[in-house]
């Protein structure tokens, strides 16, 4: 079974994964955008990317909502799916 990247690189499963824990992943990956996924009033999957250009406009950016499915794009254009739990 393939693991998680962030799983690996925090060494916890995903449900145990906190906003502190994302925050770090993304100043460690150098993350650039993040990109909400959420059902539209049409019934259709939308995305909404933000750029996170430092610390505080992540923490604000992932502060907000809980329940979120997140993709987390780097330069090197790594990408995981996680949702979060608060």
């Not at 799983?7 to 994302?22: F, G, Q, V």
């Not at 059902?39 to 502060?63: F, M, N």
Request: with cysteine; charged share 30%; glycine share 4%.
């Amino acid at each position: 079974m393939l693991e998680n990247p962030i799983s690996l690189m925090l060494d916890k499963p995903r449900e145990d994964w906190t906003r502190t824990d994302l925050i770090h992943v993304i100043e460690e990956k150098q993350i650039e955008r993040i990109a909400f996924h959420y059902t539209g009033l049409d019934g259709q999957l939308k995305e909404l990317r933000l750029p996170v250009v430092d610390r505080k406009q992540a923490e604000l950016i992932l502060g907000e909502e809980s329940g979120w499915m997140v993709l987390l794009f780097s330069k090197d254009w790594w990408t995981c799916r996680c949702r979060i739990s608060m």
